[in-house]
């Protein structure tokens, strides 16, 4: 499997989960959460289901663009990914426990979510391509 494909199929489970999750925290969560538990919850399936979404970008674009570009897409997707993982998942663990150390963690997960736009951004301004656009 090429690796713009392993990354589309990654960015689909993600995808997958984020709509699982928000329907569990809609309905299984609604009586049994305080609101505030609840929000952070839905928050962290509102992040999960943008960056699966900026995670699959990444993948297609590394299959449609030029090979000067691949390195810093897959390194974009990465990025996406380990933000998944410790922005949304502190959230979940934090609102699923109520232990609010694991707000520590969600700051990491951002920041991975800022890198990878910036990488996705610088990926989509380097010149010359195959196949077309940008």
């Known amino acids: 499997?090429?690796?713009?494909?392993?990354w589309i199929a990654v960015?689909?489970?993600?995808?997958?989960?984020?709509?699982?999750?928000g329907a569990f925290g809609a309905h299984a969560l609604k009586e049994r959460l305080a609101p505030d538990?609840?929000?952070?919850?839905?928050?962290?399936?509102?992040?999960?289901i943008i960056h699966a979404l900026a995670m699959l970008a990444a993948g297609l674009l590394v299959e449609r663009w030029s090979t000067d570009r691949p390195r810093v897409?897959?390194?974009?997707?990465?990025?996406f990914f380990v933000g998944i993982v410790l922005f949304s998942g502190s959230l979940y663990a934090l609102s699923l426990s109520g232990v609010r150390a694991w707000g520590a963690v969600t700051p990491f997960g951002g920041a991975a979510f800022l890198a990878g736009w910036l990488l996705l951004m610088i990926g989509a301004m380097r010149g010359g391509s195959a196949?077309?656009?940008?």
């Open 73 to 79: 897409l897959i390194a974009a997707a990465w990025c």
């Open 131 to 134: 196949g077309g656009a940008p």
């Open 37 to 48: 538990l609840r929000d952070i919850f839905d928050l962290a399936a509102r992040y999960q």
């Open 11 to 21: 960015a689909a489970a993600n995808g997958f989960i984020a709509v699982a999750a």
């Open 1 to 6: 499997m090429s690796a713009a494909r392993a």
